[in-house]
């Protein structure tokens, strides 16, 4: 039990379909973020969210959007998707602040297992 | 900008042999680092860190040393076993420390 909870764990869509993932953590961390994860390719940062505030987009595509309702949750809604986009998205979570400092931080991210998206 | 490069895997081993997976850095100043460890199935956790030049991260019997005259952070150990067969990413914590950038990860497998 990582604390953090993703689902599905697998998703098969059409292109035209729209779709979301669920990510859920339970740790009172204030931090959370998607990654994708794609084969021999390294773990690519999409989006941050601190305080349920967006504080980074990593050029993602719009047909990608992310929603943070609380601090404890996070989605990631998928529409008009495109076979490279095929993947496992991975969400994480951590403290306000992954450097140290007064208000601590180990730098440390807790994952969840992940969603493995195929589109077709 | 920040980078992380590991070597090409995968990396097999046998049971008791040691390990090293090498992890070079591009980065301004001098950042934390990080091995996270994937196994089957499951999410990245965190294995080890390393906050500042020379110190020595260790768990479950692994190491790696920051060593800023290389930019590497190289994981080692020195008798792996069947239950190491897993991906490892080495990474970093960007300039404004707000996210971790991570390398391809290597892949490890361990017979008996």
């Known amino acids: 039990e990582t604390g953090v909870t993703q689902t599905p764990r697998h998703l098969v869509m059409g292109m035209t379909n729209k779709k979301s993932l669920k990510c859920e953590q339970h740790?009172?961390?204030?931090?959370m973020y998607w990654y994708k994860q794609s084969a021999k390719k390294p773990l690519e940062l999409m989006f941050v969210?601190?305080?349920?505030?967006?504080?980074e987009n990593n050029s993602v595509p719009s047909r990608f959007s992310p929603e943070c309702p609380n601090s404890s949750h996070l989605f990631l809604h998928l529409h008009t998707l495109q076979p490279e986009d095929s993947a496992l998205y991975l969400c994480?979570?951590?403290?306000?602040?992954?450097?140290?400092?007064?208000?601590?931080?180990?730098?440390?991210?807790?994952f969840g297992e992940g969603s493995r998206l195929t589109v077709l | 900008g920040n980078s992380v490069t590991q070597m090409e895997g995968p990396v097999t081993l046998s049971e008791e042999a040691f390990l090293t997976i090498n992890c070079t850095y591009t980065a301004t100043g001098y950042p934390s680092l990080f091995w996270y460890v994937q196994y089957p199935g499951e999410g990245l956790q965190l294995l080890l860190k390393?906050?500042?030049?020379?110190d020595k991260g260790s768990n479950k019997g692994f190491e790696a040393t920051y060593r800023k005259e290389t930019t590497s952070f190289h994981l080692e150990k020195g008798s792996v076993q069947v239950s190491d067969s897993a991906v490892y990413f080495c990474?970093?914590?960007?300039?404004?420390?707000?996210?971790?950038?991570f390398g391809k990860g290597t892949t490890l497998s361990v017979s008996s």
């Open positions: 994480a979570s951590s403290y306000e602040r992954l450097a140290g400092g007064l208000v601590g931080g180990t730098g440390e991210l807790f």
């Open positions: 969210y601190n305080f349920k505030e967006q504080t």
């Open positions: 390393a906050t500042k030049a020379d």
């Open positions: 990474a970093l914590l960007n300039q404004a420390g707000t996210a971790l950038i």
């Open positions: 740790l009172g961390h204030n931090a």
